[in-house]
């Protein structure tokens, strides 16, 4: 694969570069925008508060139907590969306005969480700091955050290649520190859980709640499709990436669901009520210090976590720049570098300002995950439920022989990704969360709108989307 980008001065770079980004480091970048770790360290006591003993049958069956989403999102970066991901793949399967909607939310669900992670890693720096120093503060936060962020963007400004590597090699730090918690938890307390296995036990309302908020975990899979420009093989590697992406941390979600779910069978405080399950399991232990690794594992995956989300939406603003939906000034590549320079020093600048904001005014760092992850999360179910309705129209219009099997594919999820935005969405959430949903309803309502009003008096803007533009 071959690929050129324009130098700052409008003429080419250094001629034809050829990027090579390995299945490894696609992988990396995919399971880093997944962030596992926040699950088994934060997330899993709010699915906890409802699945309770079957926690772990909630994320077998999210982590089934977000199989089936893969396959289908993976059948559209095979036909249309872009670093634009579902942007470009929902305008030309679906509709130029659907790849318009898609792509503005993507983008604004994306610096969510890249605007949350650096925060999230300095407050988990600070609490593993903790147990070496008297060290506490919004100030030692912020600073956290700051470094995260510039060495994070350095990373990502000096290619592709060599964030990717450093988020894998993070990712899997973490990961393993986590895992070594599990396995000494096994250990201390056996493997035998009569009660995760008493279906005579199992309430189908309550189990349905956890299905929703577990939905949210695996989000973050379809951005292995932003490095197609930058992919050998990009029509294959990218699909088979985001279904083993997927099939993987589905396999790590239940296992640790299934100890953690053990550990506090023994411990008073439920699940659903811990704050930091994993540090309570290693005090319950008799080991209080293996708690430094569950701040570590978190604090190493926002470090991964913010290379990935800026990777991811430089490329975004690439491709929609490139298409001629936001301003052209970020259509271009360093030309020594070949990444999205302009695109990644304006996301640093955006992010370095919201750290400022959040640190000035004393903002609690939960309540910013919170509220941000409301609209992540609102974000990748609108994608996800379009890629359902896209992947089946594409095929049956080409009359592709697995047409049926992708109709099957949507009557199953579609209903679902449908009940869990309705849920999202009514009653609404109070506070940070509220607001939240109410700027998504607005933007996706704006962009609506504006899509519209292309159609009408501006067509040639919305037959230019389906061009291709540096794309592989």
């Known amino acids: 694969m071959r690929f050129r980008w324009t130098s700052t001065k409008g003429g080419l770079g250094k001629g034809d570069v050829r990027l090579n980004v390995s299945s490894s480091e696609l992988w990396g970048h995919a399971v880093a925008n997944i962030t596992p770790s926040a699950m088994p ?26 199989t089936l989403v893969a396959v289908q999102v993976g059948v559209l970066a095979r036909h249309f590969p872009s670093p634009g991901s579902l942007f470009f793949y929902l305008s030309k399967a679906l509709h130029p306005i659907s790849g318009m909607i898609a792509g503005f939310t993507m983008m604004a669900g994306y610096f969510g969480a890249l605007a949350a992670a650096p925060l999230l890693g300095g407050l988990f720096v600070e609490q593993a700091l903790r147990f070496f120093a008297p060290v506490s503060g919004m100030g030692w936060i912020a600073g956290i955050a700051v470094l995260y962020l510039l060495v994070a963007w350095r990373l990502a400004l000096r290619g592709i290649e060599i964030s990717a590597r450093w988020g894998l090699w993070v990712e899997i730090f973490s990961i393993l520190c986590i895992v070594l918690i599990a396995a000494v938890t096994l250990w201390h307390f056996g493997w035998h859980d009569p009660a995760q296995w008493n279906f005579r036990r199992l309430h189908t309302a309550p189990l349905a709640q956890a299905l929703v908020l577990s939905l949210l975990a695996y989000g973050g899979f379809e951005t292995a499709g932003n490095l197609a420009g930058e992919t050998s093989a990009a029509r294959t590697a990218i699909p088979r990436v985001m279904l083993f992406s997927v099939l993987m941390v589905g396999g790590f979600f239940v296992a640790m669901a299934y100890v953690e779910v053990l550990a506090f069978a023994h411990i008073p405080t439920p699940l659903g009520d811990s704050a930091a399950p994993l540090n309570a399991i290693a005090e319950a232990i008799g080991y209080p210090w293996l708690g430094i690794f569950s701040d570590l594992a978190m604090a190493t995956a926002a470090f991964s976590a913010t290379i990935a989300t800026l990777n991811s939406i430089s490329r975004i603003l690439y491709s929609m720049a490139g298409h001629g939906v936001i301003p052209r000034f970020f259509h271009h590549r360093d030309a020594g570098y070949g990444t999205p320079a302009r695109a990644l020093r304006v996301l640093a600048i ?123």
């Not at 508060?49 to 999210?62: D, K, Q, R, V």
């Not at 080409?398 to 869990?420: D, E």
Request: net charge positive; glycine share 8%; proline share 5%.
């Open 350 to 472: 955006i992010v370095l300002l919201s750290v400022a904001v959040v640190a000035l005014w004393r903002i609690p760092i939960l309540s910013v995950v919170g509220t941000f992850g409301t609209f992540t999360g609102l974000a990748f179910l609108l994608i996800y439920g379009l890629a359902n309705i896209a992947t089946p129209w594409f095929l049956f219009r080409q009359r592709h022989a697995r047409r049926w099997i992708s109709l099957i594919i949507a009557g199953i999820s579609l209903p679902l990704l449908i009940k869990v935005m309705a849920v999202s969405l009514w009653p609404l959430p109070a506070g940070g969360e509220g607001a939240a949903t109410l700027l998504f309803i607005a933007l996706v309502m704006v962009i609506f709108f504006w899509g519209l009003y292309w159609a009408a008096f501006r067509p040639e803007r919305l037959r230019h989307i389906l061009v291709a533009v540096d794309e592989p």
């Open 41 to 66: 360290t934060v997330t899993i006591s709010l699915v906890a508060i409802h699945g309770e003993s079957f926690t772990w049958l909630a994320y077998a069956l999210i982590g089934g139907l977000m």
